[in-house]
């Protein structure tokens, strides 16, 4: 390709909207004026002669200068360039339908939602493809922070109590380290991105979860978003935070709620009452004389940190449950007869 960065247009002295006809009439013009004929032995002449034949080339064929009005003097270029906007779009559709592949918690399927590849409104991937159409009068790709990538994390009580980690698999694009991101290697689409800028990549990523999250948090992972326009800074990655519920610890808010089982005697009588944390442990809790089922015992200090300030914690409320015995022995069943005797003629009497 020559290396023509005068304007056809000018080359052949008309305006942009002329006619077929004007340009034919320019060009005839010009042709005699520089034909090698007329001028033996006049380099200069002979390079403006060539150069106007070049103009003529293209603007008298209507596909030609169609494609040279869009793209200037890469408008040989123009089919590729198409095709690599098909491409772009195809790419943002994939992100839109949650082509990632999350290989972080058994969460299995899940919805990237309205994930928007294509940065600010308005500019998308002209952004990204922004440096195809440099040098023919557009304006530079705006500098601008990349989008935030949300990724969706489901954790265990536990984990969310103790703080965890995930290793996170995402199908990311990434600015192009051959072209910069510029879709142009010395004036040429860039090969490796296909002029694009970015690439797909898959990138494993080990992210922290403090402790104290709860269902609807949004951990901030910073820089891990896509990539930024024109240079910006990348975005962040926001982890969406899905908490399992528990078999046996109801959470609400920073506390927790816990059926506590408990001997009917110990309740009645007074007793020593287990009840397990969400730590494994086991706390012992003294109950009064005449403890009624489903009574509850506020353990302070022993419920979920507080997101942020985990050495604040909520409490745990241990939820008494009466355990009946089901099986009696023989003396047993005499001395509960007894009682049933008892509380009867206390009533009968009352
Ligand atoms: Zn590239």
Not at 132 to 138: Q, T, W
Not at 173 to 189: F, L, N, Y
Request: charged share 30%; proline share 6%.
């Amino acid at each position: 390709m020559a290396t023509t960065t005068k304007d056809f247009y000018q080359v052949l002295g008309v305006k942009r909207d002329a006619t077929e006809k004007e340009i034919r009439s320019a060009y005839r013009k010009l042709a005699r004026q520089f034909h090698p004929d007329v001028n033996p032995n006049d380099k200069a002449a002979e390079a403006r002669f060539k150069e106007i034949n070049a103009a003529y080339e293209v603007l008298k064929d209507a596909g030609k200068r169609k494609k040279y009005d869009k793209y200037g003097d890469r408008w040989e270029l123009a089919d590729q360039i198409e095709e690599q906007q098909r491409r772009a779009s195809a790419q943002q559709e994939y992100f839109r339908r949650g082509g990632g592949s999350p290989a972080g918690g058994p969460t299995g399927g899940f919805d990237f939602g309205d994930i928007d590849l294509g940065g600010a409104p308005g500019g998308g991937f002209e952004d990204i493809l922004g440096g195809l159409f440099r040098g023919r009068g557009r304006a530079q790709p705006r500098r601008a922070k990349g989008e935030d990538l949300e990724h969706p994390v489901e954790v265990t009580l536990e984990e969310a109590f103790a703080g965890t980690a995930r290793t996170i698999t995402l199908q990311v694009p990434v600015t192009c380290d051959v072209c910069k991101g510029t879709g142009k290697v010395a004036g040429t689409p860039c090969v490796t991105c296909e002029g694009l800028g970015s690439i797909i990549k898959a990138s494993r990523l080990e992210v922290k979860i403090p402790a104290g999250v709860e269902s609807g948090s949004k951990v901030r992972v910073a820089g891990k978003g896509h990539p930024g326009a024109g240079g910006g800074p990348p975005g962040d990655m926001l982890l969406l935070v899905t908490v399992r519920p528990h078999e046996r610890f109801e959470r609400k808010g920073d506390d927790l709620y816990v059926d506590t089982p408990a001997p009917a005697l110990d309740l009645v009588l007074g007793g020593e009452v287990e009840v397990p944390t969400i730590k494994g442990t086991r706390l012992h809790l003294k109950v009064p004389a005449g403890t009624q089922n489903g009574r509850q015992f506020r353990l302070a200090g022993q419920g979920m940190p507080r997101l942020g300030k985990p050495e604040e914690r909520g409490a745990l409320y241990a939820r008494m449950k009466a355990v009946l015995p089901a099986e009696l022995s023989a003396r047993e069943r005499e001395l509960y007869e007894e009682l049933r005797a008892l509380r009867g003629a206390r009533a009968g009497a009352a």
